[in-house]
Each structure stands twice: as structure tokens, then as C-alpha cells.
């Protein structure tokens, strides 16, 4: 598994509110965004994270005063199933000569939600994966057997995906980093489950899930594991 853990997306300057927000029904219309300041202390950029647009393509274009690097993100999936982690060929902090990377996102479609930016890290998941779906939707029943159909709510996909391998140093200073941005609010994670494929459908490649309760703990174990967490991710919108 894939997952974007720090978003550099919410630490950097003069972006959209939209693009920042975890509820994909906030879209922005503006095309090209240009003028965002990507923070300094980054090593890397290997992944982006899209969610909700009619876009089929994606330029980023990364520049200082004298460096020029562009990205492409091709999107073949419609709603839901192209939202998540899109790995890109990665791009070095140290190629660039400034300390200060501006970055323009333009794309071919109408609208952009929430796009996400930053280094991928890789989890590895146990064998048992347990994939289905959820709603929040409450009918009931009469006394006289009759279903009552419930008002509101939503229905989607959800899958719950064991950690039990190590993990390394770089992901939990990336947890550190990202804690008062986003999963101490409860963010979604973009998400890419390549590694898993033999194990689900085709159509959660790509997925945008948050887990029920902020990551608050990592279990320890001496003798197995450095670290092991359940993850139970439930699609979000």
C-alpha cells in the first residue's frame, strides 16, 4: 500500500482553500492556480493525490528563477474510483537551486477538489484484507414487519488493512509532521493499493479513506514487529 501521509499541500502558501479541504464537494474552478509556495524542508516529491475533478489531466508545473520541472497526471478512472494516490516520477528538492519552489497546477477539465503533493510511503499490509461496504443509513422495522426506508446519510466502500511490518523512521517523522494538519482533524488519506490488487477489486486502486479515529498510537513489539496498526479505512466524499 501507498499512502500520502504529510500533505505538503496544507503547509504551503497561497493555496486554495478548496484544494486544501478534506470534503471533496469543495471544488474550485480557478485554471491555471498559480502563485503556491511550496514549503522548504522537503526531500522529495513522488505523488499526488486527486480528488474529485472531470479533469483527464493534471500538468504540474514546479519552477524557481532558474529551473523549470513539469509533471503529468493522466486520470482514465470517473467518480469515485479516481480518487486516491497517483505515483509520478519523483522530483529532487536538490535540483532546484532556490530555496523558495513555486508551484502552477493547470489541468483540461472544469473543476478541481482536493489535490494533495508529497512524498508516498510504502506499507506493507498482512495477508488477510477485509473489504465490503458501509452505510450510515438507518431504516427500521414496524411492528407489523414493514421496512422503513432511512432519510439522508451515505453508503460506500470501506476495507480494513493490517500493518505488521516494520515501520521505518521516515514514516513516523512524517505522522509528526502531519499530526496538526490533518490526522488530528480527522483528514482522509489519498491512497494507492497497488500492492493488494490479488486481494480486491479493480476498482479500489485508487481510494480516498479516512480512518474512523485519528492514528494515535503505534503498537510495539519486541520480538515480532518495531511497530503493527490496524488500519479500518471508510471512503470518504
Not at 492556480?33 to 475533478?53: A, E, H, R
Not at 523549470?68 to 505515483?87: F, M, S, V
Not at 517523522?173 to 490533518?182: C, L, M, Q, S, V
Amino acid at each position: 500500500m501507498k499512502i500520502l501521509i504529510r500533505d505538503l499541500m496544507q503547509e504551503s502558501e497561497n493555496v486554495p482553500d478548496e484544494l486544501k479541504s478534506p470534503a471533496l464537494s469543495d471544488y474550485t474552478i480557478e485554471n491555471p492556480i498559480s502563485g503556491i509556495i511550496l514549503p522548504d524542508d522537503f526531500t522529495k516529491i513522488n505523488c499526488v493525490g486527486i480528488g474529485y475533478t472531470d479533469a483527464t489531466e493534471i500538468i504540474l508545473t514546479f519552477h524557481d528563477d532558474s529551473e523549470t520541472e513539469q509533471r503529468t497526471i493522466t486520470i482514465t478512472k470517473d467518480a469515485p474510483y479516481q480518487n486516491g494516490l497517483y505515483a509520478i516520477p519523483e522530483l529532487l528538492k536538490s535540483e532546484f537551486y532556490e530555496s523558495d519552489i513555486d508551484l502552477t497546477i493547470s489541468h483540461n477539465g472544469t473543476y478541481l477538489g482536493r489535490l494533495g503533493l508529497g512524498e508516498y510511503r510504502k506499507l506493507g499490509t498482512a495477508v488477510s484484507k477485509e473489504n465490503g461496504f458501509f452505510t450510515t443509513t438507518e431504516s427500521r422495522v414496524t411492528l407489523s414487519g414493514q421496512t422503513i426506508p432511512g432519510k439522508g446519510g451515505y453508503s460506500g466502500r470501506s476495507i480494513d488493512l493490517d500493518v505488521r511490518y516494520k515501520i521505518e523512521s521516515d514514516t513516523y517523522d512524517d505522522i509528526e509532521k502531519a499530526y496538526p494538519y490533518t490526522i488530528s482533524k480527522s483528514f482522509p488519506y489519498f491512497l494507492c493499493l497497488d500492492d493488494e490488487q490479488h486481494k480486491i477489486s479493480a476498482n479500489m486502486y485508487y481510494f480516498y479513506a479516512a480512518t474512523p479515529e485519528p492514528l494515535s498510537k503505534l503498537q510495539s513489539s519486541t520480538y515480532a514487529y518495531k511497530y503493527s496498526y490496524k488500519f479500518p479505512f471508510i471512503e470518504r466524499f
